[in-house]
């Protein structure tokens, strides 16, 4: 029989469950985790014991520190912070909620949903925003350019496709992240595997950028890019090798077909 407990907010970063372990519960904190190996993560999770101060209740807190308290890992899985891309992506999220009630003719909720969601965009122009380079910065503790502060833009539409701060940052990845073959490594001094070689994603993500600013060209060519790559089976892989221009590394990888066939459409549109 599972054990069950509570523990309070801010001992552990999020909640841990499982049939043949320990069921933990975390009080007030919304995302839960879940393991066939529950005790495994268990005691992985006391090994990451987060600082007295995040045990700090919410709702005492103002808007700016809010966001200070809950870091979490970039979409690439390798750095601790407040990231421009999961901030975005949660002001998506907050937006789809708003045109949800309004299809369905609700207007309880709305003004507060459109009030967190200006927060967190009033936020990331605040913080996120190099004074110096005039670019955005991928989060807040360092000034690496990454392929991923596209997210802010597309899919998430949170800033503007034409405005100065995006069309200085893609002039800066332009300068840093693309390679001599055509394609887009995934942020500056990436080490993963030599670093390299451009990713599928990283460069779909730029064709999608410039179809949403209407460089059609642009996208087409970074789209044949990558469709050049495909295996003789028509798998993509995680990144192409700049000197053979064949797939590298993990091969029919489904983050690359996915962002494949949403390119592919928007520019079919």
Same mark, same amino acid.
């Given at each position: 029989?599972?054990?069950?407990?509570?523990?309070?907010?801010?001992? &552990?970063?999020?909640?841990?469950?499982?049939?043949?372990?320990?069921?933990?519960? &975390?009080?007030?904190?919304?995302?839960?985790?879940?393991?066939?190996?529950?005790?495994?993560?268990?005691?992985?999770?006391?090994?990451?014991?987060?600082? #007295?101060?995040?045990?700090?209740?919410?709702? #005492?807190?103002?808007?700016?520190?809010?966001?200070?308290? +809950?870091?979490?890992?970039?979409?690439?899985?390798?750095?601790?912070?407040?990231?421009?891309?999961?901030?975005? =992506?949660?002001?998506?999220?907050?937006?789809?909620?708003?045109?949800?009630?309004?299809?369905?003719?609700?207007?309880?909720?709305?003004?507060?949903?459109?009030?967190?969601?200006?927060?967190?965009?009033?936020?990331?122009? #605040?913080?996120?925003?190099?004074?110096?380079?005039?670019?955005?910065?991928?989060?807040?503790?360092?000034?690496?350019?990454?392929?991923?502060?596209?997210?802010?833009?597309?899919? &998430? #539409?949170?800033?503007?496709?034409?405005?100065?701060?995006?069309?200085?940052?893609?002039?800066?990845?332009?300068?840093?992240?693309?390679?001599?073959?055509?394609?887009?490594?995934?942020?500056?001094?990436?080490?993963?595997?030599?670093?390299?070689?451009?990713?599928?994603?990283?460069?779909?993500?730029?064709?999608?950028?410039?179809?949403?600013?209407?460089?059609?060209?642009?996208?087409?060519?970074?789209?044949? &890019?990558?469709?050049?790559?495909?295996?003789?089976?028509?798998?993509? =892989?995680?990144?192409?090798?700049?000197?053979?221009?064949?797939?590298?590394?993990?091969?029919?990888?489904?983050?690359? +077909?996915?962002?494949?066939?949403?390119?592919?459409?928007?520019?079919?549109?």
């Amino acid at each position: 029989m599972c054990q069950k407990a509570t523990i309070p907010l801010g001992t &552990f970063p999020f909640g841990v469950s499982g049939t043949n372990g320990v069921s933990v519960t &975390f009080e007030n904190f919304p995302l839960g985790f879940s393991s066939r190996s529950s005790k495994a993560s268990y005691e992985w999770n006391m090994q990451r014991n987060i600082p #007295n101060e995040k045990s700090i209740p919410v709702e #005492n807190l103002n808007s700016e520190e809010r966001f200070k308290t +809950h870091e979490s890992y970039d979409l690439w899985e390798m750095n601790e912070g407040i990231h421009l891309y999961s901030l975005s =992506a949660i002001y998506a999220a907050y937006k789809a909620m708003i045109e949800i009630k309004k299809e369905l003719d609700i207007d309880e909720g709305i003004e507060e949903l459109e009030d967190k969601a200006k927060k967190i965009k009033s936020y990331c122009i #605040n913080n996120f925003y190099d004074k110096n380079t005039k670019t955005l910065k991928r989060n807040n503790k360092d000034n690496i350019t990454d392929i991923s502060i596209l997210g802010s833009v597309v899919p &998430f #539409n949170m800033l503007d496709a034409n405005d100065s701060k995006i069309k200085n940052t893609i002039e800066k990845i332009d300068l840093t992240l693309r390679t001599y073959t055509g394609g887009y490594i995934r942020f500056e001094n990436d080490n993963y595997l030599g670093g390299n070689n451009p990713w599928v994603i990283s460069t779909l993500w730029m064709a999608l950028y410039n179809i949403e600013t209407k460089k059609i060209e642009e996208a087409r060519k970074q789209i044949e &890019f990558v469709t050049k790559t495909a295996t003789n089976n028509g798998f993509l =892989a995680e990144q192409v090798d700049n000197e053979t221009m064949q797939a590298k590394w993990v091969i029919g990888l489904g983050w690359s +077909h996915a962002m494949y066939i949403i390119a592919l459409t928007k520019l079919c549109e």
